[in-house]
């Protein structure tokens, strides 16, 4: 079975600009989280989404967004791009809708802003 | 709201030795897993170990042991006969089991280098 997959591996974008990451879960899975990795900040929960739906949300500005559709797969989208939105983002799938279910992380995707 | 703490930034190790990683969370909650994941340098998270709150028996899987204290909100990860693959950066991370999702919390991660 095929394991998360993200794209793009990386990403350079300009300040100001929007990018739109892609997160494909494992085959069966129908939950995506979401999750920003910074030196400075560490992991932190971006979103989640089961079934289509948001179902949590962490604490980060409105320029940040998802989408799940109907196959399950993911993306994200975060618009006027900042300096400090450079980070490894990561998304992480599971197959059910509690937390018994194990949570398999893809590899990620590095996004640099200059 | 939940908080994961890791204090040791670094840690190192020789190669067969034993190392443990400490981690406290703090949780007013009753029901919740607890994890370690390895992040080595290719930035793949792998689950390497995960516990119920509801066990009292702490979890181990080969190398890896937990020693749980759940009235100290305390989640030690022991790594026993430590191997070069070993080298990673570890995480401590929280999950609820009284709020729906699957929303983790992380601590701040232990850099773990194992010596030859």
């Known amino acids: 079975k095929a394991g998360v997959t993200q794209t793009p591996r990386y990403l350079i974008k300009t300040r100001g600009q929007q990018v739109t990451l892609s997160c494909s879960p494992i085959s069966g899975h129908r939950s995506v989280s979401w999750y920003q990795q910074t030196p400075g900040q560490g992991l932190q929960f971006l979103f989640e989404?089961?079934?289509?739906?948001?179902?949590n949300k962490g604490n980060f500005p409105g320029r940040f967004s998802g989408r799940q559709f109907s196959n399950s797969r993911s993306e994200m989208n975060v618009s006027t791009l900042e300096l400090g939105d450079s980070a490894l983002y990561l998304c992480?799938?599971?197959?059910?809708?509690?937390?018994?279910?194990?949570?398999?992380f893809g590899p990620g995707t590095r996004l640099t802003v200059t | 709201a939940q908080t994961v703490t890791q204090s040791q930034p670094e840690m190192s190790v020789q190669e067969a030795e034993t190392v443990t990683l400490s981690c406290t969370y703090d949780?007013?909650?009753?029901?919740?897993?607890l994890f370690w994941y390895k992040q080595p340098p290719s930035r793949q998270m792998i689950l390497v170990i995960r516990?119920?709150?509801?066990?009292?028996q702490n979890a181990t899987e080969n190398r890896f042991s937990v020693n749980f204290q759940k009235a100290a909100k305390s989640f030690s990860l022991k790594i026993s006969d430590s191997q070069l693959g070993d080298a990673a950066m570890y995480f401590c991370a929280y999950r609820s089991e009284e709020t729906s999702g699957s929303r983790l919390t992380f601590g701040e991660g232990t850099q773990l280098t194992v010596n030859p």
């Open positions: 992480a799938s599971s197959s059910g809708a509690n937390s018994h279910y194990e949570q398999y």
């Open positions: 516990q119920e709150a509801y066990k009292q």
């Open positions: 989404y089961f079934s289509e739906t948001q179902r």
């Open positions: 949780t007013s909650e009753s029901d919740y897993y």
